[in-house]
């Protein structure tokens, strides 16, 4: 009846061409910028440039994006429709639909807010430059210098060389920094729950935020970088506390913040899994989409 094609990351354009070719009503879920990596390539004015936009246009067109209609589409961000937007793909009438996560797998934590001692801070995500580990590892000793008794737990893998230069980070001031490697997802409502703060310090724009949806559902205080995909959904001192990208001394005063405000950190940890029951479930994104399928179908039915 319909053909969904969820999320290219890793396709080529031939399995687009397949169903834009077969007559079937379709539609697209862009997740990430993966799809702007198929436009055919523009005429420039060095040797490279040139032969590059020849094979593209005369020789091996099929293998871009050129000529598929690529709508009707849905987008996960605001910011991710503008960045396919600024990559020339035709998402003018992409709607943006957020993602949603399974609640009854992050359930609220008994004491939303409360915090240990020392305090457990939770990083959890990819071990890449442009996701911002080193900010929070230097935020966390630089508040541990200060007196604080603090911890840190990192969640997740990356090259080699950039965890060295994170281990040797951590090793740099008084606060334990344990680093877990990579988990099974199943086990990250368990980290969430047994930690009092989590630090999202991604310094790219980030699509969306899925792990500030987990952090946020299990009752535990989001401290984030404002711009991309999380800017979207997250308000500053509501359900979330902003820092800038790459700013520890922000950050350290930001977490200095939600230790020494017992009441702000209860009332962000309650309102954001409020905000994520209303607005980011699973069953609710499934429900939108499951719609517009059968909204695609019945409209290219009429057609027909």
Excluded at 182 to 196: E, F, G, K, T, V
């Amino acid at each position: 009846d319909v053909v969904f094609l969820w999320s290219q990351l890793r396709l080529t354009v031939a399995p687009a061409r397949a169903i834009e070719s077969s007559g079937v009503p379709f539609l697209y879920t862009f997740n990430d910028l993966h799809p702007t990596g198929y436009r055919p390539a523009r005429p420039g004015m060095d040797p490279r440039s040139i032969a590059r936009f020849i094979v593209d246009r005369v020789f091996y067109p099929d293998v871009t994006s050129r000529d598929l209609a690529l709508t009707p589409s849905t987008a996960i961000s605001e910011t991710l429709r503008e960045g396919l937007a600024r990559g020339g793909m035709p998402v003018d009438e992409c709607r943006v639909i957020y993602q949603g996560i399974p609640l009854e797998s992050f359930r609220l934590k008994e004491k939303p807010g409360s915090l240990h001692d020392p305090v457990r801070i939770l990083y959890a995500g990819q071990l890449h430059p442009y996701k911002g580990p080193d900010t929070v590892i230097r935020a966390v000793q630089q508040i541990s210098r200060e007196g604080r008794r603090v911890e840190l737990t990192i969640v997740g893998s990356g090259p080699p060389s950039y965890l060295n230069q994170l281990r040797h980070l951590a090793s740099s001031g008084p606060a334990q920094v344990s680093f877990t490697g990579q988990l099974p997802h199943a086990s990250l409502p368990l980290y969430y729950r047994s930690h009092d703060l989590f630090v999202f310090p991604s310094v790219w724009e980030e699509p969306f935020g899925l792990t500030h949806l987990e952090a946020m559902a299990s009752g535990t205080p989001v401290l984030s970088t404002p711009h991309g995909g999380p800017g979207e959904f997250l308000r500053d001192g509501e359900t979330a506390l902003f820092f800038p990208p790459g700013d520890e001394d922000a950050l350290s005063s930001r977490i200095a913040q939600l230790i020494d405000d017992a009441a702000l950190r209860n009332s962000m940890a309650r309102a954001a899994r409020t905000d994520v029951e209303r607005r980011f479930s699973l069953a609710g994104y499934v429900d939108q989409l499951d719609a517009l399928l059968h909204q695609v179908t019945h409209r290219r039915s009429k057609v027909a």
